[in-house]
């Protein structure tokens, strides 16, 4: 393969972290620009919450901010049973003292998470590129494969504006943020920390690579770190690594002591969190019944014929990939292209666990794909082009590629203005929502119960501190049954003796009676002789149940 003049100008440290710096400060600034629209758009009237997607999982990470920032267990306090004290998560321990120490918000704190999480992750990112390819035009092109493609859902926009007449199909070709690192920062900072596990793969190769089983070691510290805050990956991280041992030893025809010592060194310290999540929800009947509701989502790793919409060109080029390197080849195979293509074979399969998480084993995926995808093109494409038309067309090939993956990401950037733009439920909150809350806070017992939809609920465990009676898809017990019931509270058609029998059956002491609740129903608490107005504005009024 040639390599230019301009190539060989290129191959200098300082270009490359200029690059690497460049790439992240234009990410974040992007990803900033939605947030700073719907703060200083925000009507005189209203608030915007500072999440930019699934306010329902958003409310139950700030909830459990607020737990943890006072005490090292939370409970579950989206769902008006009584529940013990017994979850532990390090990243929203860790986020909720943080915002008690800088006396930030959760919107603040959810900001510096999202920055952090962004820029390491990226750093991460361009080392892993750099380690599988020495080539710098490569390197930087599979990196910016890998932090801003997303897939082939512009191909579903258009025919939501074309032939479906304004209906989206499939959306979550489109919305699946766990392999898309824009859409993660942008919106999911927590995927894009949890994705920092592939550095223990980067340490596991390099200790190989030195035959130093020191490296396992800080991997295992590495590996119990992060399953404290995302226990799932764990089984990305064992099967991974056991898989490539797996190849490894098929290759050599002896088993690698090496990776086999690095295995159990990296398994010991670090099974400790999935101990702990096996536990809470074997054991716990709530917490069991949380996981059970998972699927109450109905989110789950798209099928075969849908994948390669999510996943785009990228995977599309590593599936070509795959015949022309013949990875099945062992004996021609160094350890850098085992471990690719075992990282890439191997995370197919555990995309596909029947679990209602399996979803979230695509995440950190988008790394191996871009790094495949981009040898495609510039080991395999170009020098066939270059034959062809006898000029060197990588780097053109190089940005083709670029551009191919940015069209989804961009409309979904674009987008964000557009939602936002309406300036309602459920990323704004009225400034009486508010009020009506810190009126809670404040009087409210903790052990407190709130009935209210579930777009108020959502927001009630974390800025009131009590039980919300509907909040969360799975973490709200009899998830459907409770939303049946809220709706049938606020009809008109339902009668005092059933809405007493609710309110009675859960121990419910505060309505909430505000915007979103009227669109629920015509029903009026204000007629109902066991319910006392205690918070009164325009707009919302908080109701005590008498005893």
Known sequence: MRTSDSQLKENNPGSERWFVTGVILIILFLTTLPYLYGYFSAPADKQFMGIMLDVPDHGQYFSWMRELAHAPLAANKLTPEPNRAIFFNLLWWGMGRLGRILGLGFAGVFQILRIVSAVLFLLLLYRVCAWFIKDIAMRKTAFLVAALGSGLGWILVVLKYTLTKGELLFPLDLYVAEPNTFLGIL??????????????FDLMLRGQAANKLSYSFWAGLVALF???????????VYGILGGYTLVVSLRDRQISPYLVKSLVIIGIISWWPALYSVILTRLDPLWEQVLAQFANAGVYTPNLFHLPILMGIGFILVIFNFLWEKPWRLKTSDNNSLFLWSWFIFNFFFIYIPTDFQIHMLNGWQAPIAILATRAVYQHIAPKVEQWLHRDYRT??????????????????????????????????????????KWLEANASPDSIVLSSETTGAYIPAMTGAYAFLAHWAQTLNYYEKSRMVKNFFSSEYDDASRREIISSFSVDYIYYGPAEQALGEYNPSACSWLKPVFESPKVTVFAVKP
Do not use: C, E, K
Not at 187 to 200: E, G, N, R, V
Not at 402 to 427: C, E, G, K, Q
């Open 226 to 236: 992060l399953g404290w805050q995302h226990a799932y990956d764990l089984v990305l």
């Open 187 to 200: 919106a999911y900072p927590h995927f894009i920390a949890a994705a920092l596990y592939i550095f223990i």
């Open 396 to 437: 053109f090939l190089g940005i083709t590629l670029i551009l191919a993956v940015l069209p989804t990401n961009l409309y979904l950037l674009a987008w964000r203005f557009v939602d936002l733009s309406r300036h309602n439920y459920p990323y704004y909150l009225y400034q009486q929502d508010i009020a009506a809350m």
